[in-house]
């Protein structure tokens, strides 16, 4: 399993932008597919944006895709996730995962998961 952990949560306003980021522990990737879910106050979690780390090959839930943007850092073993015009229903904690299921870019294989950040957006 690779060690992920989260960081960039924090209280924004509606129409702003952050960015999150992920960082990996020392480990080789190249085989893996990252990602995030986020699991908005009493909903289940959800799938939002994919990387593979090896083609940098991206996938986005539709209701994210033109806002957010998913990027990764092979060197840095750091993934990133940019929220721009960020509204309230994005409020949630934001989870970084990681598969090693080929072709699993919905990471609903995902075995590796980080603490989750929190994302507050205020109207």
């Known amino acids: 399993q690779v060690q992920l952990k989260e960081s960039g949560g924090r209280l924004v306003q509606a129409g702003t932008s952050l960015r999150l980021s992920c960082a990996a522990s020392e480990h080789t990737l190249t085989s893996y597919i990252m990602g995030w879910f986020r699991q908005a106050p009493g909903k289940q979690r959800e799938f939002v944006a994919s990387?593979?780390?090896?083609?940098?090959?991206?996938y986005y839930t539709n209701s994210v895709k033109g806002r957010f943007t998913i990027s990764r850092d092979n060197v840095k073993n750091t993934m990133w996730l940019q929220l721009n015009f960020v509204q309230p229903e994005d409020t949630a904690v934001y989870y970084c995962?990681?598969?090693?299921?080929?072709?699993?870019?919905?990471?609903?294989?995902?075995?590796?998961w980080g603490q989750g950040t929190q994302v507050t957006v205020s109207s």
């Open positions: 990387i593979a780390w090896s083609s940098g090959m991206t």
């Open positions: 995962a990681a598969s090693n299921i080929h072709l699993d870019y919905e990471l609903k294989s995902a075995n590796s």
